[in-house]
């Protein structure tokens, strides 16, 4: 039976790419495709205990329903820790915990934009986000980037020439797909020029607590003296993704909106999830946790560089992201990743080419690399697999 | 600072309901207006055991970022157990995994709906499914129902009249607010009807497994022959609610749209919730503990009903649901519920107004009782308190 569906179902379709990255789930393929943390970093005996801890102290009300906020304890932590983590001094009442912070992109999309509305991030931004966006119908302008980020000029640019622009959407911090990191001083032009045009800035920040090196830039939301930013956080990389935890920190007035839409959607996230994640922050570290995740994705972030510089050819240029999960790879312009890709996982390596970055499509020579999930051992190979195939491809 | 939202906001605002019933979480307020189930009955103990058992013996996978059609084990099982138990023979392909059934009622929002299209549904309906459509700024189309659901004739007319309408929502069993069940008779002319007009039923089903006396009804899913039916159902009555886990049940066509929309939504339900319930129904018998909680609610239904006999004036009239959590009040015309509420709640005891239950408004004389949530000395206290509110007041 073919039924009569939405407007929006037709820019919602399954891509080329996702269809080929399926195949890269052979066990003897090195991926670096996704966007996953390092599974080794996974405190499961710590999580054992806490979660005998949370179901005999608490089993009744982690079981049951709870509030669409969320657990007021974790609100609080996520305050008083993660946010002071990124500079930004707020209250519990400022923070709505959300199924993942892909969720907040979702309700982003749903409480902005009406079809046609305009949303402006770089020029390339987060898959996920743009797909998110996508079931809303907006237009995109992107923002061409260059080492500091989103051009700032150019947001200027397209604020003037599009007055139904609903918001601008970045990830100022080790930036998804490029690794790229917004400046300090972009940070207060972007607050000034959204203030002067009355846009809300949607800071996506999965990876600020994952820098390796250089000197701390303060949160975006941090800066912001008027309300103007809408913070979006995760544990998905600090803690574990399988707990699907993120949470909004925003101003109440914006963030009730953001409750009303969170009711509706799916009443509330995991009450045994949020206790969990509460008592491992009260009885862990979660600094120190974080620690080790850095210590580790540095040294695999070094290798995967060092090995690139070895085995890639000249005409191959990338980023030095100085956090995050991501290298942005740029090959020459003539030069199709996706037809690569297909290459690449015949040789038992993948992943993902760059145009699937770009809302408004082309961009075809680039792809990314994800340095947290491969062992020091896969990264050598697998940078050793695609260095060949560069050399006899392009 | 205020920000240009999407025309949808409009739409989704805080109810006063919902301000009054804030009011209800004082401890010796006795509350029949939640939907919630009986918290002594979750089994605590077997999902201490369960949650050691899959973090030791899969804690990796669990943690991790996992598929967004969920977790394959859980899916079989929910093939071969659940859809099973309301004689649905199908496999794990057929089902996604969703952050409870709430989550699927706002994906059928956002795969069918165009502003303005039309909803078919039981009058009153489910407050969370409106809400959720509300999103999506659909027009209602309000079929009146009898003692056996809705009225098949009045359901014609309607999809006569309006050839934009996208799906016929139903709970067929139990329904909330009324719980009234959906006649076999009916139920074949509904797909009759469905197939004729060529539209979608929406079977939302979390009550179905919770029958205290009677014949079972088949489903409507179990009777179609035709995949026109995308059933809904949950672990939030029969197992827990806490963990947000519940499922949608369709043809790999239309449920391929329902997986996109997944993705962007939320990515995928939690890695280890699903793991736990998968574990829960390989280790205990899901069945007999349903039995448990049939049983209870069969006790607590029959005192309630007793409790109403004995205490309610003459004039008022209650549904004699043979299953799920809710029993519906009728009161003589002219009385206005919700202005009995804030008497109630003065008075320490609470339900939920009827007028939330009807999309297009009106129909004030009604409120819903619940009598899943609270023990048997609360009900006859709750219901002696409400008995004399009614008999002071209408």
Known sequence: MKFKLAERMEHLKTSEIRE??????????????????????????????????????EGTNALQYGPTE?????????????????????????????????????????????KDDVVICESPSYLGAINAFKAYMPKFVEIPMDDNGMIIDELEKALKKFPNAKFIYTIPDF??????TLSYERRIKMLELAEKYNIPIIEDSPYSELRFEGETIPSIKSLDKKGLV?????????????????????????????????????LQTSSISQREAAAFMQTYNLNEHIDKIRAIYKRRRDLMIEMIKQEFPNNVKYTLPQGGLFIWVTLPENVDATELLKIAI???????????????????NHFRLNFSNMTENKIIEGIKRLGKILKENI
């Open 346 to 364: 015949e040789n038992k390596v993948a992943f993902v080419p760059g145009n699937s970055f770009f809302p408004n499509g082309g961009h075809t």
């Open 230 to 266: 809408i913070y979006l956080g995760t544990f998905s990389k600090t803690f574990c993704p399988g707990l699907r935890l993120g949470w909004i920190c925003a101003e109440p007035e914006i963030l009730s909106k953001y409750i009303i839409v969170k009711q509706s959607a799916d």
């Open 20 to 57: 080929l990255l399926k195949l890269t789930e052979q066990p003897d393929l090195i991926s670096f495709a996704g966007g996953l943390p390092a599974p080794e970093l996974f405190p499961i005996e710590e999580i054992k205990l806490i979660s005998l801890k949370v179901l005999s102290n």
């Open 70 to 114: 969320g657990y007021t304890p974790l609100r609080k932590l996520i305050a008083e820790q993660r946010m002071k983590a990124v500079g930004v001094n707020t209250t519990f009442e400022n923070i709505l915990i959300t199924s993942g912070s892909q969720q907040g992109l979702d309700f982003t999309g749903k409480i902005f934009l009406n």
């Open 175 to 180: 930036q998804n797909p490029t690794g790229k």
